[in-house]
C-alpha cells in the first residue's frame, strides 16, 4: 500500500487530525467493512492468527499428502517408540526403557501409530468441529434471535423464556446426555429403513466426507449445535431492540417494505459486526467441548484421532511417555490462540471504541 | 427487592421442572438398561430387580414417584421434594445422597480453589492492568490473559504435570488429599477462568476511572488508594460479578476432565462412569443438582448487584 492510500484512508476513517495529513484531493470513500479489513490488516497479531488458521485448514484439507502415514498405519511392534532428539529434550531418562525410533519424528503411541500424522489428521475432528458450531449458531442464533427482537411483546418474551431455561441446564452435562443418547442410539449397524438408519448413514456420509473412519462427526456437530445458538441469539435480539426503533427502519416500513425484506437487507448488515467477533471468539469453545467429550470418551470414536483422545491416552502415560500428551495438546493450544487472536482483532477493526475492552 | 427475589425464585420452579423432564427423558432414551449384563440373567431374577427399582412402572409414574409427587410403590413419597435422590442402582448399598455426601466435596473443594484463582490472579491483573494503561504492565497482563484465554485446561493440566511434578519434583503428578494436591488441578481449572476475568475488570476499570464521581473524589482530596478501592473498583467489580455465577457452575462442571486427569475422585468421575453403567438415579440426580446449584448462583449474583450498585432497580 503506498503511503498516499494508507493517507486516503486514514482520512476517511477520521484519523486525519491524529496524523497530521490533510490532503482532500486524495480522500477516498470507504465503507465501514473496507475500513475494518484495513485496520485488521494492520493488526500483527490478527493477522498472524489469520495466517496460522489458513495453514491449519490447509493442513486438515491435505492431510492425507501432508502427514507422513495414515492415521491407523503404524507398527505395533515399535509401540511407545521415540526418536532420539526427544529422549534429550523430555524430562526423565526416556532412553532406558524405551525404544529409539526415528520412522517417527514425534514419537509413536501405545499402538505403535505415528504421533505427528494423528496430531496432523486431529485437524479434520477439530476444524470442522469449530465452523460446523460456527455455523449452526450463525444460522440457528441469528434467525432466533431476529425474530424475537423484531416481533417482539409476547413473541419476545416467549422465545426468550426458552433460552434463560436452556441457560439454566449445564451444558456441558447436556452434551454429555445428548452424546450418550445420540452415540447409541444411532451408532454401530442399525436395521435398514428406521429413523435410526437413515441417521446413522448420514453419519457415514459426514465421516466418508471429512476423510475419517467411524469418528461419529455428525452427532459431534448435533450435540454441539443444540447448545451453540443461545448466546447469539440473544446478541442478536439486543441488537435488533435498539436498532428497529431507528428511523431508517421506520423509513423501509413507511414505503412498503415487508419484514423480511427490512430484517434482511437493513437490520441484519447493521448487526453482523459484533455478531462476527461474538461467533469467531466462540469457536474455541466448540473446539474444546469436542476434546472434552473426546477426553472423556463421548466424543469422535477410535480409530479417528482426536486430540482429545490422544490427550487421554498421553495423559495415562504421562510418567513414562510425555510426548504422547505434550504434541496433541500444543495442536490445541496453536489452534485456540489463532481464532482467539482473529476474534480480538475482528473486534478491535469492526469497532475501535472497543480496543482492547474485554 | 424481596418481590424481585420471589418472582425469581418461583421461575426457577418450571425451569428445574423442564431440566428434569428433559434429563428423565433423554436418561430413558439411551437404549440399554442398568441390568444388562454379558451374562443373561434369568428372566424372574431380572423382573425383580425391575420391580425393586420401580423401573416396571409406566415412564410417567417413575418420574412423578422420582420427583417425589406421587407414592412409590413401597407407599411413601421419596423424591427430589423431600430431597431423597434415591438409590443408586448400580451400586446396590448406597443411595445417590450418600454418593453425593462423599464425592461432592471434593469436587466444591476444587471449584472454590479454582474461583479463589480466578479471582485472586485475574482482579488485581485487571487493575493493574488498566491504571498503568498501556505501559509494559498493561501489555504483560494482557498477554497473560490471552494466554490464559487461549489455553485450555485439558492442555494447562498435562503441563503443570511436565513442569512441576515430573521435572522438579515439587508436587504430587496426581492424587487427593493434601494441600498439595489441590494445587495443580485448581491451577490447571483456574487460569482461563482468571484470564476472562483480568480482561473485565480492565475493561470495566478503564470506563469507571474516567466517570465524574471519580473526578469528584479525587477534587475532594481522597487518597488515591480510597478512590481506587472505594470508589472505582465497587463499580469496576458489577460485570466481573455477572460472570461469577455461571463460572463457578462450569468450573465445577469443568471439573470432569480435570478429575481424570489428576485423578481425584470427585462426583464429574462418578457421573461419566454412570452414563454408562444406565445408573439413572445417579445421571438424573447429578444433573439435577447442577442445574438447581446454577439457577441458585445466578439468583445470587443477581441479588449481589443491588448491594454493590444502588442505582440499579428490580422491576
Do not use: C
Amino acid at each position: 500500500m503506498t503511503k498516499q492510500e494508507s493517507a486516503a484512508r486514514a482520512l476517511a476513517s477520521g484519523r486525519a487530525d491524529a496524523q497530521g495529513l490533510n490532503s482532500e484531493n486524495q480522500q477516498k470513500v470507504t465503507n465501514l467493512w473496507q475500513d475494518a479489513i484495513y485496520r485488521l490488516t494492520r493488526n500483527r497479531a490478527a493477522v498472524l492468527g489469520l495466517i496460522l488458521i489458513v495453514l491449519l485448514v490447509l493442513m486438515s484439507a491435505f492431510a492425507h499428502v501432508v502427514a507422513p502415514m495414515h492415521f491407523t498405519a503404524g507398527d505395533a511392534a515399535l509401540n511407545n517408540a521415540v526418536p532420539l532428539w526427544l529422549t534429550k529434550v523430555m524430562p526423565g531418562h526416556m532412553e532406558t526403557y524405551t525404544q529409539i525410533s526415528d520412522i517417527y519424528p514425534l514419537g509413536a503411541d501405545y499402538l505403535g501409530r505415528d504421533l505427528l500424522s494423528r496430531v496432523i489428521y486431529g485437524t479434520r475432528v477439530s476444524l470442522p468441529v469449530g465452523f460446523v458450531g460456527a455455523l449452526t449458531a450463525l444460522l440457528i442464533g441469528l434467525i432466533y434471535g431476529s425474530v424475537s427482537g423484531y416481533y417482539g411483546g409476547k413473541v419476545d418474551n416467549i422465545m426468550m423464556r426458552i433460552v434463560d431455561i436452556m441457560y439454566a441446564f449445564p451444558t456441558m452435562l447436556l452434551i454429555i446426555l445428548l452424546m450418550a443418547f445420540f452415540k447409541t442410539s444411532f451408532g454401530g449397524n442399525q436395521e435398514p429403513g428406521t429413523a435410526a438408519y437413515t441417521f446413522n448413514q448420514i453419519n457415514r456420509a459426514v465421516d466418508g466426507l471429512l476423510g475419517l473412519q467411524g469418528g461419529g462427526m455428525l452427532f459431534i456437530f448435533m450435540g454441539i449445535g443444540v447448545t451453540a445458538w443461545m448466546g447469539i441469539a440473544r446478541l442478536a435480539r439486543g441488537q435488533i431492540l435498539s436498532l428497529k426503533e431507528k428511523e431508517f427502519v421506520e423509513a423501509s416500513h413507511m414505503i412498503g417494505a415487508r419484514d423480511l425484506r427490512i430484517i434482511v437487507r437493513h437490520i441484519l448488515p447493521n448487526i453482523m459486526g459484533p455478531i462476527l467477533v461474538a461467533i469467531t471468539l466462540n469457536i474455541p469453545t466448540y473446539i474444546t467441548t469436542e476434546v472434552f467429550l473426546s477426553f472423556i470418551g463421548l466424543g469422535v470414536d477410535p480409530p479417528t484421532p482426536s486430540w482429545g483422545s490422544m490427550i487421554s491416552d498421553g495423559s495415562r502415560a504421562i510418567r513414562s511417555y510425555p510426548n504422547q500428551v505434550l504434541f496433541p495438546s500444543i495442536a490445541l493450544a496453536i489452534t485456540m490462540f489463532s481464532f482467539n487472536f482473529l476474534g480480538d482483532g475482528l473486534r478491535d477493526a469492526l469497532d475501535p471504541r472497543m480496543k482492547g475492552t474485554s | 427487592m424481596s418481590r424481585f427475589i420471589i418472582r425469581r425464585l418461583i421461575w426457577t420452579i418450571p425451569v428445574i421442572l423442564f431440566i428434569s423432564i428433559v434429563t428423565f427423558l433423554l436418561v430413558h432414551a439411551v437404549p440399554g438398561g442398568p441390568f444388562d449384563t454379558e451374562k443373561p440373567r434369568p428372566a424372574e431374577i431380572q423382573a425383580n430387580l425391575m420391580k425393586h427399582y420401580g423401573l416396571d412402572q409406566p415412564l410417567w409414574k417413575q418420574y412423578t414417584d422420582y420427583m417425589g409427587f406421587t407414592r412409590n410403590p413401597s407407599g411413601d413419597y421419596a423424591g427430589i421434594l423431600q430431597w431423597d435422590f434415591g438409590p443408586s442402582i448400580t451400586q446396590r448399598s448406597r443411595t445417590v445422597n450418600e454418593i453425593f455426601a462423599a464425592h461432592l466435596p471434593v469436587s466444591a473443594t476444587l471449584g472454590v480453589a479454582a474461583l479463589l484463582i480466578a479471582v485472586g490472579v485475574g482482579v488485581p491483573l485487571g487493575i493493574i492492568a488498566a491504571l498503568k494503561q498501556n505501559s509494559a504492565w498493561d501489555y504483560l497482563s494482557m498477554a497473560l490473559a490471552i494466554v490464559g484465554v487461549s489455553v485450555p485446561s485439558i492442555v494447562i493440566g498435562p503441563i503443570l504435570i511436565l513442569v512441576f511434578a515430573l521435572t522438579l519434583g515439587w508436587l504430587p503428578v496426581a492424587g487427593w488429599g493434601s494441600f498439595k494436591h489441590i494445587l495443580m488441578p485448581s491451577l490447571a481449572l483456574g487460569l482461563s477462568s482468571s484470564a476472562i476475568i483480568a480482561r473485565l475488570t480492565r475493561a470495566s476499570m478503564l470506563q469507571v476511572i474516567r466517570e465524574d464521581y471519580i473526578r469528584t473524589a479525587r477534587a475532594k482530596g481522597l487518597s488515591e488508594k480510597v478512590v481506587i478501592v472505594r470508589h472505582a473498583l465497587k463499580n469496576a467489580f458489577i460485570p466481573v460479578a455477572t460472570v461469577l455465577g455461571p463460572m463457578f457452575a462450569a468450573l465445577v462442571t469443568g471439573t470432569f476432565v480435570i478429575e481424570q486427569i489428576f485423578a481425584i475422585p470427585g462426583l464429574g468421575k462418578y457421573f461419566i462412569s454412570s452414563i454408562t453403567n444406565r445408573d439413572y438415579s445417579v445421571v438424573m440426580g447429578t444433573t439435577l443438582l447442577y442445574a438447581l446449584f446454577l439457577v441458585a448462583s445466578n439468583l445470587f449474583v443477581d441479588v449481589t448487584y443491588a448491594f454493590l450498585d444502588p442505582r440499579i432497580q428490580f422491576e
